[in-house]
């Protein structure tokens, strides 16, 4: 999501913001640019359940989070996009394989992601992604149970059209 020009899918967000209206905002500064990454650095290191939307690669940290997690056989599903997918894959493919080829995550792909988006337990984590860097710029976070509950739909819909990853096609492609 972006400070500039709404696209489409970014109504998504705007037609729900009243449920992150007492929603904790993480906004990167000069003196603090990780920011907006420390909320999922928070929730996604210790869940009982975990989905996310992907929309730009994920920063190295929560990789790491990833690998341990995937490591450990600990369950967690994100759907991201091709583009998110290769991001991360060119930031590191041995952390992208080890993630990807691990057991226990669901990995799946949809090109058309409106949001970067985390459902961590009972939290909702939207991130913000500055266009043309793809830093992550700010984040909000909630235990409203009413953006809970649009969030999982939000999700649901999305994995009702995602494809399953692919690890043996992607592993051919570099």
Not at 80 to 101: G, V, Y
């Amino acid at each position: 999501m972006s400070i500039g020009d709404w696209s489409s899918s970014d109504l998504e967000f705007t037609r729900h913001v009243h449920l992150f209206a007492d929603a904790d905002l993480h906004v990167a500064t000069p003196q603090n640019p990780n920011a907006p990454i420390e909320p999922w650095l928070e929730h996604f290191a210790s869940f009982e359940h975990s989905r996310s939307l992907v929309v730009a690669g994920c920063p190295p940290k929560v990789t790491e989070q990833g690998i341990e997690h995937a490591r450990n056989d600990v369950d967690f599903e994100a759907i991201c996009t091709p583009l998110a997918l290769e991001a991360d894959r060119n930031a590191s493919k041995n952390a992208f394989d080890t993630i990807a080829s691990a057991e226990a995550p669901a990995l799946y792909t949809h090109p058309g992601l409106p949001f970067t988006m985390g459902i961590i337990d009972d939290v909702v984590i939207v991130g913000g992604f500055d266009d043309e860097t793809s830093l992550p710029i700010a984040s909000v976070t909630t235990d409203d149970p009413e953006a809970r509950k649009w969030a999982v739909d939000l999700y649901r819909r999305y994995k009702r059209d995602a494809d399953r990853l692919n690890v043996t096609q992607m592993s051919t492609k570099k």
